[in-house]
């Protein structure tokens, strides 16, 4: 439970960040210089908790293939609900409002460091804070909506169900499985709003 204020604290650097920017009070320069060391002390902080915790290992093929079965099945819940309901969500407003403000580096920066720590904290420390597997994917997915400011009942219903099957991805392989998911999620979203 200790860990939850830090993690949750760590998470809103990278928001801060970006807002620091947005406040030209940092330039572009100190942004990204701040955010590859934010993302490498991410990285390094979580291969440390790894190696402390010597979790179960995955191998990379098991890893791979719930990789692809949560992407597929994100994009079949995501294309579903858009056919229900066009219009996005508060988090996807926010979302392109900061891309069109901040340089394309800096915001897919933004998005891989959002990335890792959310899966951490929602599918890590708050996933072992809970034995029951119901409850834990429950717990989380919940959490994870309303932490993406969902603005209808749809959308939040879209962000519960991104949350369980990341909680799927998370209990049949790891947390690494669960944050690639994540990852590539918010790339590919990333790329969809280039466009």
Same mark, same amino acid.
């Given at each position: 439970?200790?860990? &939850?204020?830090?993690?949750?604290?760590? /998470?809103?650097?990278?928001?801060?960040?970006?807002? %620091?920017? %947005?406040?030209?009070?940092?330039?572009?320069?100190?942004?990204?210089?701040?955010?590859?060391?934010?993302?490498?002390?991410?990285?390094?902080?979580?291969?440390?908790?790894?190696?402390?915790?010597?979790?179960?290992?995955?191998?990379?093929?098991?890893?791979?293939?719930?990789?692809? &079965?949560?992407?597929?099945?994100?994009?079949?819940?995501?294309?579903?609900?858009?056919? &229900?309901?066009?219009?996005?969500?508060?988090? /996807?407003?926010?979302?392109?409002?900061? /891309?069109? /403000?901040?340089?394309?580096?800096?915001? %897919?920066?933004?998005? &891989?460091?959002?990335?890792?720590?959310?899966?951490?904290?929602?599918?890590?420390?708050?996933?072992?804070?809970?034995?029951?597997?119901?409850?834990?994917?429950?717990?989380?997915?919940?959490?994870?909506?309303?932490?993406?400011?969902?603005?209808?009942?749809?959308?939040?219903?879209?962000?519960?169900?991104?949350?369980?099957?990341?909680?799927?991805?998370?209990?049949?392989?790891? %947390?690494?499985?669960?944050?690639?998911?994540?990852?590539?999620?918010?790339?590919?979203?990333?790329?969809?709003?280039?466009?």
């Amino acid at each position: 439970m200790k860990r &939850i204020i830090p993690v949750y604290i760590f /998470q809103q650097v990278n928001v801060l960040l970006v807002s %620091l920017y %947005l406040m030209k009070l940092l330039c572009i320069g100190e942004l990204t210089i701040l955010q590859i060391l934010y993302g490498a002390s991410l990285i390094s902080f979580l291969w440390m908790y790894g190696q402390r915790k010597q979790a179960h290992k995955v191998n990379m093929k098991s890893r791979m293939k719930w990789l692809g &079965i949560g992407l597929a099945s994100l994009l079949i819940i995501s294309l579903c609900f858009s056919l &229900i309901h066009a219009q996005g969500s508060t988090n /996807q407003a926010n979302l392109i409002g900061l /891309q069109h /403000q901040v340089p394309w580096f800096s915001f %897919l920066l933004f998005l &891989i460091n959002a990335s890792m720590v959310e899966e951490f904290l929602y599918r890590e420390i708050l996933w072992n804070l809970v034995r029951k597997l119901d409850i834990r994917v429950a717990l989380t997915s919940v959490l994870f909506a309303l932490a993406h400011h969902p603005g209808t009942i749809l959308a939040w219903c879209l962000y519960v169900s991104l949350g369980m099957f990341l909680g799927m991805v998370r209990y049949k392989s790891d %947390l690494w499985g669960s944050m690639g998911l994540h990852l590539v999620w918010n790339l590919l979203v990333y790329s969809l709003l280039l466009f």
